[in-house]
């Protein structure tokens, strides 16, 4: 069973800055700061800005604007992923010398290439595994291709860390209840890439757990992503907070409030009249 001992509630709402809100985003900030207040507990901000190709310092300064006049505050100082590099270095560090990360230099044109030459790949929650092309070179091959300055990434060698991690990992949910945790769904993910230091799976592990989270909300969507994290918070020796993913956030054709969609902004709508309040109605109308 997890181990996770009864303590103070506390949760996160952690938006990306590459454009403005939506109601979907109102609806998961709503959810961690009332499970936290609802507790007596805490309820923090972090902007996950580590990909600094798509997020703007004007966006984040919307995030702000946006969750100030919905009426939700929240503990200062706000964590920036970009300002804490350093966390996420170390803790891939740890991991190469367990010896659970290889260098991955293919491009999605070879990984395609490799799933067509072999009739098949096996597949996960979010499409087709990583079809291992990689994970034998010989350590020569290895550094003959890292001395080229070849682009690579970083991967997670799945089936070494789980041989290295305690068995079983189990994670909470509160709406699936007591989950064994299986990482090889979604295969040996990306960790990092030479022109990138973390990727989304090691940077919300460390940062959890360095802010003390101890309930992880977020929409379901994000589910299968626990099976990874547990795995590296057994490697890394960190807590496991409690998981809550709720429902998505359907608009009126039955699709998910996105970015990439246009949806309606929270600044859109401050700005035609719609106040807090009437945002919370519209979210409890789209849930019905």
């Known amino acids: 069973m997890v181990n996770v001992p009864m303590r103070e509630i506390v949760t996160r709402f952690a938006p990306s800055p590459t454009g403005r809100l939506h109601v979907g985003h109102a609806y998961a900030a709503f959810f961690a700061h009332d499970a936290a207040q609802a507790a ?39 964590r920036r992923q970009s300002e804490h590099l350093a966390d996420y270095a170390a803790a891939l560090r740890r991991l190469q010398e367990m010896g659970v990360i290889y260098p991955c230099f293919c491009t999605r044109k070879d990984i395609a290439a490799e799933i067509a030459r072999a009739g098949a790949a096996p597949h996960g929650p979010e499409g087709a595994l990583y079809p291992g092309l990689c994970r034998h070179l010989s350590d020569e091959e290895r550094h003959k291709r890292l001395d080229s300055g070849a682009p690579y990434a970083l991967r997670l060698d799945v089936e070494r860390a789980r041989r290295l991690a305690p068995v079983p990992l189990y994670f909470e949910d509160a709406g699936a209840g007591t989950v064994a945790a299986q990482p090889e769904l979604l295969g040996d993910v990306v960790l990092a890439r030479k022109d990138a230091p973390t990727s989304y799976h090691l940077a919300v592990t460390v940062d959890d757990a360095i802010q003390g989270v101890t309930l992880v909300t977020r929409g379901l969507d994000l589910f299968h992503a626990t099976h990874i994290q547990r795995l590296l918070q057994a490697l890394l020796g960190l807590p496991t907070p409690r998981y809550h993913h709720h429902p998505l956030l359907l608009d009126d054709a039955g699709r998910r409030f996105a970015k990439r969609d246009r949806a309606v902004t ?11 309040a009437g945002v919370r109605r519209l979210i409890a109308a789209a849930r019905r």
């Open 40 to 78: 007596g507990g805490r309820f923090l901000l972090r902007i996950e800005d580590i990909d600094a190709s798509r997020c703007r310092a004007e966006y984040t300064a919307g995030i702000i604007e946006d969750l100030a006049w919905l009426g939700l505050t929240w503990e200062a100082p706000v």
């Open 266 to 276: 929270l600044e859109a709508l401050r700005r035609s009249g719609t106040t807090p």
